[in-house]
Structures are given as C-alpha cells and as structure tokens.
C-alpha cells in the first residue's frame, strides 16, 4: 500500500473512531439524565462543542478525556474502548449517583447538613 492509500485509511479509521467516541458520550450523557447544556457545564464548554463531540465532527482532546470520563462515571478506558457489554457494576441508580457526586461539590457545612438531614428522613423511616 503507498503513503497516499495508507493515509486515507488512516483517515477514515480516524473519522469512524470519533463517530464511535461521540455516539458513546451521547448515549451515556443520556443514561445520566443529562442535558448538553449541563455536561458542558460541568467541562467548562460549551452546549455545541458537545453536539459536535457527540456527532464526531470534533476532535476532543486528550487533555480533556479524563474530566469528561469522570462527569460520565466511567474511566477513561471506558469511555475510549467502551463498557464492553455487560453491566459495568451494581450500585446506586444513575440519579442518585449523579447527586451524589454533585453532593461531594458543595462545600463542607452543606454536605454536612444534607447527610444530617438524609439520617433523620431514614430513621424516621426506620421507625414506621
């Protein structure tokens, strides 16, 4: 195969590889319940830099995998590679896992009086 072929498959695995990528972001921003809007947010972009992320018509950088693995809950390789079918691990609904990482912002006397009041709401149910 010459340069110029060789190049062109490069080029097209290239494309397909972040059509792949954006359809993997898409499809996990909206198991999360999250809009564009949000998650650009959260990555300090904005809505359409991920409407393009998410078509594959913009390259991410690799600098910005990590942040945006972490606003999916995924690793990195998970986001890049895929889940690899499969349930990735039990544990709290998306929904609660969202707030709770949203929990884990706010600053310190917040999260206190939020777990405060989450022990009340539960003993209280404890008791009926």
């Known amino acids: 195969m010459d340069t110029e072929k060789a190049w062109i498959v490069f080029m097209e695995d290239n494309e397909k590889f972040f059509e792949v990528l954006g359809s993997r972001i ?7 319940h999250l809009t564009q809007e ?10 359409q830099e991920i409407a393009s992320y998410e078509k594959g018509q ?9 942040a945006l693995a972490e606003a999916l809950s995924l690793t990195v390789e998970e986001l890049v590679h895929g889940m690899n079918g499969g349930p990735r691990k039990r544990g ?12 884990s912002r706010l600053p310190r006397n917040e999260q206190e009086f939020v ?6 709401i539960l003993q209280k149910a404890a008791v009926s």
């Open 26 to 32: 898409a499809g996990r921003r909206k198991e999360l």
């Open 38 to 47: 949000e998650l650009g947010q959260t990555l300090k972009v904005t809505q």
């Open 58 to 66: 913009r390259r991410i950088p690799v600098s910005r995998l990590p």
């Open 92 to 103: 709290p609904s998306s929904k609660f896992q969202r707030q709770f990482e949203l929990l």
């Open 115 to 120: 777990g405060k009041f989450l022990e009340n």
